[in-house]
């Protein structure tokens, strides 16, 4: 069974204090790994995809990464503005689908 | 631009009510998209249009119609709702075809649905 799994559920962190976000998945067929940030009562906002393992995307103080597993989203110093749940998502090859994970609620805290 | 846009912003219906959700996009793209979440919970898809056409249903009950009159509007049609269908009702659209390079999915900002 197709399925992406996120790790942390939440995650608190103090302004400046970096972290990493897990996202693992079993996606038979995958076709992108896809990270969206969403804010309270707001639609995701796309981030980034990833393709192939070994990638890596930047986008001010965010890196996602991807192995063959699992995908990482790091935060370097982070700021409260970036308080938000972080989904990823798997695309099945061939269809108009994503998997998504349950996604992790980041805090940070000045 | 990259906007997916949606109205109304919030919906109050009643069960017996027929109300519609509209959703637009001007970025060409093919593939157009409903979702439901619920609070702390992913978006759970509902209907996927490919070049305007019905391409997937995720077993959704009968009093959701979804409509795609050209590639750049999508409604979803409600009628005789019930209130554990209350929830933020998203659109998203993407280029288009499962084998597009570029299948990345831009979501409009929802229409928060209550049901009385």
């Known amino acids: 069974e197709d399925q992406v799994t996120q790790s942390p559920e939440a995650l608190r962190l103090q302004e400046g204090e970096s972290s990493s976000l897990n996202c693992s998945y079993t996606?038979?067929?995958?076709?992108?790994l896809f990270w969206y940030r969403q804010d309270p009562g707001k639609g995701p906002e796309f981030l980034f995809t990833?393709?192939?393992a070994g990638e890596e995307k930047e986008k001010e103080r965010l890196k996602a990464t991807l192995t063959k597993k699992e995908s990482f989203l790091h935060i370097t110093a982070p700021k409260p503005e970036d308080s938000a749940t972080y989904l990823c998502a798997g695309g099945i090859f061939g269809y108009n689908k994503l998997i998504f994970g349950a996604g992790t609620r980041l805090a940070v805290h000045p | 631009d990259t906007e997916v846009t949606q109205t109304p912003k919030h919906l109050v219906m009643g069960m017996t009510n027929k109300k519609s959700l509209k959703c637009e996009q001007h970025m060409g793209h093919r593939a157009m998209y409903w979702y439901k979440q619920k609070a702390k919970k992913p978006p759970e898809l509902m209907f996927v249009?490919?070049?305007?056409?019905?391409?997937i249903n995720e077993s959704v009950p009968s009093r959701f119609s979804p409509e795609c009159p050209n590639s750049s509007l999508l409604n979803l049609h409600l009628h005789a709702l019930q209130p554990e269908d209350s929830a933020l009702y998203l659109c998203?659209?993407?280029?288009?075809?499962?084998?597009?390079?570029?299948?990345?999915?831009?979501f409009g900002p929802g229409t928060r649905l209550t049901v009385l």
């Open positions: 998203a659209s993407s280029q288009g075809g499962g084998l597009a390079d570029r299948n990345e999915q831009f």
């Open positions: 990833l393709y192939s």
């Open positions: 996606v038979s067929g995958l076709r992108g």
């Open positions: 249009y490919s070049y305007e056409k019905l391409s």
